[in-house]
């Protein structure tokens, strides 16, 4: 790999398209980002985030290498938070808004609402294979691999205190 390469592989994950790039990773991060900081301690968590950032973003690479789009966002390494949440705190609560004719809101189990975004993930990034369009310029195996190594460094990082000592916040 390249030496720009492997800065990018960390430098990437603080950059972002524009405010709704922003927004809507501060947005995820925000949800279900608390909930596992506690789990695991404020240290432990911050080198879990970067380490899932740089693991979805070889999970890019690996995926896309000839990819001409640069990479930039925080979505891998949150995606990796929400794979860290969807195993910790299955049965929490999520608030979701349904917008239809006016917005509805209803509470919905963490594991289907993080479910389905990854399989929305899975299919999204199976029709970029290929090259079809790039996806979007959407790194969508960043947030696949985000995801699925959340999960595998979860266990590795060994939470400091059990899902039933922790005050679940409900967003």
């Known amino acids: 790999m390249q030496g720009?390469?492997?800065?990018?592989?960390?430098?990437?994950?603080f950059l972002h398209g524009g405010f709704?790039?922003?927004?809507?990773?501060?947005?995820?991060?925000?949800?279900?980002?608390?909930?596992?900081?506690?789990?695991?301690?404020?240290?432990?968590?911050?080198?879990?985030?970067v380490l899932c950032g740089a693991g979805a973003a070889l999970a890019h690479i690996l995926t896309q290498p000839d990819s001409a789009i640069p990479m930039v966002g925080a979505s891998g390494a949150i995606s990796g938070v929400l794979g860290a949440y969807a195993v910790s705190f299955p049965r929490?609560?999520?608030?979701?808004?349904?917008?239809?004719?006016?917005?509805?809101?209803?509470?919905?189990?963490a594991f289907l609402v993080l479910g389905q975004w990854f399989v929305l993930q899975i299919f999204a990034g199976l029709s970029t294979i290929g090259g079809a369009a790039e996806g979007g310029g959407v790194a969508w195996f960043a947030h696949i691999g985000g995801f699925i190594i959340?999960?595998?460094?979860?266990?590795?990082?060994?939470?400091?205190?059990?899902?039933s000592d922790i005050e679940v916040f409900y967003r």
């Open 4 to 13: 720009e390469k492997m800065e990018g592989l960390l430098t990437s994950m």
């Open 20 to 49: 709704f790039h922003l927004f809507g990773n501060l947005l995820y991060l925000f949800i279900f980002g608390d909930n596992i900081e506690n789990l695991l301690g404020s240290l432990r968590y911050l080198f879990f985030y």
């Open 92 to 109: 929490a609560r999520v608030l979701v808004l349904l917008p239809i004719i006016f917005i509805a809101t209803f509470r919905v189990p």
């Open 150 to 163: 959340g999960i595998i460094l979860l266990r590795l990082f060994k939470p400091q205190k059990r899902n």
